[in-house]
């Protein structure tokens, strides 16, 4: 008893120099040495001119983790170990973490399947264009049971454009199911964005689709990044694009004031982080470099004549109030109105951005909190509307002390 007590001492004993070394420090240890070597150090081992001592790489500290990276094509990827990147289908892409990664780009295209963070959707043929038809699709498998949202960053879009009479995408769509409803969009919207509401739980899978049909030359690149329920990444429910910073810019799907269509059955929220210390925002139409008379702000009406600003809607229904396609700022004024208007406005449409019917392009501020715009639009463009591009808005955050 005496002996097995002493040898299982021994052991313990043992086991916790051995823990007490590999958490405070590497074991300096011989060849041939054995368990004395650690207990007793260096007074066990024989001089150094007949043995040579060296360090045992127990660990190797490696500086990788769930780390982003850039790739020499500009696609973002993962930085880590260079044979998980090969095990996990990526692709390698150079160096990372100062040469102990790897930066490691995952594709996924039609029938694949995305289990890799900041994976890229793209097309057939990718980086070339794709004239095929059919039905392309990618299933989304979270990486976590804690994943709440998608966000897909759209740094290649170009498919199909809507017809030109309603503005319906009846040839090609961009379709996500298994998620918050989203609004089916195409044409060209490279460097906007989306978040998808992914639900709770490991199970609930998010389908991204791309139905085409007819000949266009298409190209997409879609990265998708999953974002953990408490992350400070997490856009505020209900936000089909968020966007952080005191100044910005926010634009609708297929814009563009020249070639551009404003895109039929939208209904969206597009909101703003409110920074610190920042109690209002201000919003003016985009510039206009391509035409004399500018199509930043084109929603409602005939956008190839003279449009004025139509306000108001709801139960206020009059000639100049927005009804069918609109664009909602909570509570919103001109801000070089003087002296400002008592009452405030929440629905802007027609061909010039401002709080009030007219001719004459403002200013807008609005101090409701969170900054939120929703954006509206049905089904019939013509014959009333004609020619829309939509919206783009440059936007600033006002400093709490500035009283308005």
Not at 20 to 37: P, Y
Request: aromatic share 8%.
């Amino acid at each position: 008893m005496f002996k097995q007590n002493l040898s299982e001492n021994i052991v313990f004993g043992f086991g916790l120099l051995l823990v007490f070394n590999l958490s405070f420090g590497a074991c300096k240890v011989s060849e041939g040495s054995s368990w004395k070597d650690m207990i007793f150090g260096s007074k066990w081992l024989p001089s150094a001119s007949k043995r040579e001592a060296r360090f045992l790489p127990i660990f190797s500290v490696v500086p990788v983790g769930a780390g982003t990276c850039t790739a020499p094509s500009g696609e973002q990827g993962n930085c880590i170990p260079s044979k998980d990147c090969l095990l996990r289908a990526g692709i390698p892409a150079g160096p990372c973490a100062g040469g102990y990664g790897l930066c490691c780009v995952f594709l996924q295209t039609c029938g694949g399947i995305i289990r890799e963070n900041s994976t890229y959707f793209v097309n057939p043929n990718h980086p070339d264009v794709y004239d095929g038809t059919g039905s392309c699709q990618v299933t989304v498998q979270k990486i976590h049971p804690d994943v709440c949202q998608l966000r897909l960053d759209f740094d290649m879009f170009s498919i199909a454009p809507p017809e030109s009479q309603n503005h319906v995408c009846n040839q090609d769509q961009l379709l996500v199911s298994g998620g918050s409803p989203i609004p089916t969009i195409c044409g060209s919207s490279a460097g906007d964005h989306m978040y998808i509401d992914a639900g709770l739980g490991q199970s609930n899978a998010i389908v991204l689709s791309v139905i085409t049909s007819g000949t266009f030359s298409r190209i997409w690149r879609i990265r998708v990044t999953q974002i953990h329920c408490g992350s400070l990444s997490r856009a505020d429910h209900g936000c089909l694009q968020y966007y952080t910073g005191i100044s910005g810019r926010v634009r609708s799907f297929n814009y563009n004031t020249v070639t551009g269509r404003q895109l039929s059955n939208q209904d969206y929220s597009i909101c703003i982080r409110a920074e610190r210390n920042f109690c209002s925002i201000q919003y003016n139409a985009c510039p206009d470099v391509e035409n004399n008379r500018s199509r930043s702000f084109t929603i409602s009406g005939n956008s190839n004549n003279p449009t004025g600003s139509m306000v108001g809607g709801g139960s206020q229904v009059t000639q100049n109030t927005c009804i069918n396609d609109w664009l909602l700022i909570g509570c919103m004024r001109s801000v070089d109105r003087i002296p400002p208007l008592a009452a405030c406005e929440d629905r802007v449409c027609g061909g010039t951005f401002s709080a009030e019917v007219g001719t004459i392009q403002r200013t807008v501020q609005s101090s409701v909190r969170p900054f939120r715009l929703y954006f509206h639009t049905d089904g019939v463009e013509a014959p009333t509307d004609v020619d829309n591009r939509g919206f783009c808005l440059d936007f600033v955050q006002q400093p709490c002390t500035n009283g308005f």
